[in-house]
Structures are given as C-alpha cells and as structure tokens.
C-alpha cells in the first residue's frame, strides 16, 4: 500500500491525465498512498451511496480535478444546486478551479429526436396528436415552426389543436431556444456548470438529453478536440426520463469517440442494468439497503463481487469510499481527498438555524 496507483491504468502516473482522488485506506482507518483517477482514456463511473454519504463530494472532487486536466471538457448537470460552488475561490493553499455556471440553460429543440418529443409530451406516437408532434419534429428545428408545421397538415383541427397545445406546454418550460447551448458552449477546457436545480423531471430531462446528444454528436463529427466527460448528480432521476437515451449512448458507445460519463446516485437499484454492468469504475459509499447492494452486486464481474460485502472494506464513514476498478481488476479501500472549493451539499440543522438567531429569539420573547 505504500505505491501510489490510478484507477482506470495502474501504476503509470506519468502516462497521462489523472486526478488526485484520494489516498489508501488501511483497516485500522490510517491513510496510505495517493489514489488517483485516470483522465486520459474515456470512462463510464458510477458513484453510489446512501444520503449524507460523500457521493456528490465525490462527483465535486472529479470536477475540480477534470477542471485542472488537459485535454477534456467537463460538464456537470447540477439538479440540487450543489456544484455551483466549483466557480467560488479555492483554499488558500490550492490552486484555483477554473468554472463556468450556466444558472438558465436552454437546448435547441432540435436536440431532440421525434420519439423523445413524444416521450416528453406524453404523446404517443400512434395518436393523432403525437404523430402530428414527430412529424413537426422530423421536419423543422424551431418551435414556431414546429407549430407552423402542424397548422399547415391537413390533419383533424381537434388533433392540430391537441398538438399545438403541446409544443406551447414544452415552451412554457423555458428550456427550449433555437440558440441553445452547443457543443462548442460546453466545450472548454473549464468545468461548465449547467444548473437544472429548481426544475421539474421533464424539462429537466430535456437539457439533460440535449446536453448528452451535443456531446456525443460532435465528437462522433470529430468539430470538438477536447473529450468530454459529462457529470451527472441524482443520476437516476434522469434514468427515469427521456435523458435516459442519450445516457445509454454514452455508456454503451461512448469510448470510440471519447466520450466519458460519470454518474452519482443514492438509488443504483433505480439505475437501468447497462447503467451499472457499463460502468468500468465502481465508487462505492456506504450502502445499507439490501436492493441497492443486489442491483450493484447483480450487474459486477463475478471475481469482485466478494469486495460489495468484504469486511473491513465496505465504507462505514463519510468520506470513505470503495473502489472497484474493471480495468486493473483491482479494489481499493479508500478516504476521499478534502475538496479544494466549498461544498454545496452540506445539509442544515435545527441546531444552526437556533445558534443563528438566538439572539433575536431572546429580544423578541416569543
């Protein structure tokens, strides 16, 4: 334990990109060696824990290490409003983190594919209404188009109206702009922020989908150089939308042009198979729910799945962490390093709240 390694490549710091994750955990708590994460060849990771675990502490670590990296673009989806602290000065002693936050993201609407708007819509394509909707979205790239198209069918006026009725929903969301965000906006060697915290699930999911089809688009079209690695926080709620498409493209087809994904979430039960089989890092908080620890133990390699339960290595703290590393076949028991720009997701208590005010409590006698 006494030799610095890089999950995702070995014991070869020097032969690219890496990120400083955190150090060795030995079973008497002490700290070993560094850890690292490799940035230099595409990944998928998948970061789980209960609540209040470390797991978007974590996924706030990665970013600020993709953010010093050469050669990547990193993009974190924030639904929880967490990581717009990356753009706040570092600690003293840390160099600062580059970061963008983009607090009103929009998407193009031609972001998405006619079957997503469908999906998103709640029309099935099959109805009058729906298929009117894929049609307009097969055809046209705006949503006054988009409106244009269906009034100009010779289609029934209660099928035009059902349609048209829709699109106007979808507009209300305020996340729909024919100069929406691009791939060349996220492309940077900073970590771009893009905020979705205070949304609902669909236009939520909306800018997750248009987000995750830019990226792959354009490196697929080689009109990006850096390899971008999207960062997403409560993965599962867009497992659960029509973001989930665009997520399964980059798992399963992703490493060829260089895309890499890298996902945290409370719930990996609620997380689609592909989305834990696909994964190739494992980072493991602590886990007490028996459905979580199946799904994960369900979709791992066979000669690992006796570290999910090994004692002494399963985390119990917050802040440690469990590595499994397909690439080396190898585990880790491991502390998260300390972040070097504020954490967003500390939770409040009563306790502060009462600290806060206890002098005006006082004054007022109530």
């Not at 070993?32 to 230099?40: K, M, R």
Request: aromatic letters at 4%.
């Amino acid at each position: 334990m006494g030799q610095e390694f890089v999950v995702g490549r070995g014991q070869d710091p020097d032969a690219g990109p890496s990120g400083h994750l955190g150090a060795y955990r030995a079973l008497d708590g002490s700290q070993g060696a560094p850890l690292y994460l490799d940035l230099d060849s595409p990944h998928a990771v998948l970061i789980v824990g209960k609540r209040g675990s470390g797991k978007s502490y974590t996924l706030g670590v990665i970013a600020e290490s993709l953010a010093r990296a050469n050669g990547v673009a990193p993009v974190v989806l924030d639904p929880m409003d967490v990581f717009t602290t990356l753009e706040q000065p570092a600690r003293s002693d840390a160099s600062p983190v580059p970061a963008d936050v983009i607090d009103d993201p929009a998407v193009a609407p031609s972001a998405l594919d006619p079957r997503s708007w469908c999906a998103l819509l709640g029309l099935s394509p099959a109805s009058g209404a729906g298929g009117l909707v894929w049609q307009a979205a097969s055809e046209v790239e705006t949503l006054d188009e988009m409106r244009d198209h269906v009034d100009a069918t010779n289609a029934p006026d209660v099928d035009k109206r059902a349609a048209v009725n829709h699109v106007d929903m979808a507009e209300a969301w305020g996340v729909f702009d024919a100069d929406g965000l691009t791939a060349d906006d996220l492309a940077g060697s900073e970590v771009t922020v893009v905020s979705v915290a205070g949304m609902s699930s669909d236009p939520m999911n909306a800018v997750a989908r248009g987000v995750g089809e830019a990226l792959y688009r354009a490196r697929e079209t080689e009109t990006i150089d850096r390899l971008p690695w999207l960062l997403i926080d409560e993965a599962h709620t867009f497992f659960e939308g029509v973001a989930q498409s665009a997520l399964e493209t980059i798992l399963t087809r992703g490493r060829a042009p260089g895309v890499s994904l890298t996902m945290a979430t409370q719930r990996p039960s609620a997380v689609p198979e592909v989305g834990v089989s696909q994964s190739d890092v494992l980072l493991s908080h602590r886990l007490t729910a028996e459905a979580d620890l199946d799904a994960l133990q369900a979709a791992r390699p066979t000669n690992l799945n006796a570290s999910l339960t090994d004692e002494g290595r399963m985390p119990t703290e917050t802040g440690e962490v469990l590595v499994i590393d397909d690439a080396t076949e190898t585990t880790h028991a491991a502390q998260v390093r300390r972040r070097d720009t504020p954490h967003g997701g500390e939770s409040p208590s009563a306790s502060d709240i009462l600290l806060d005010g206890a002098g005006e409590d006082a004054a007022g006698g109530e």
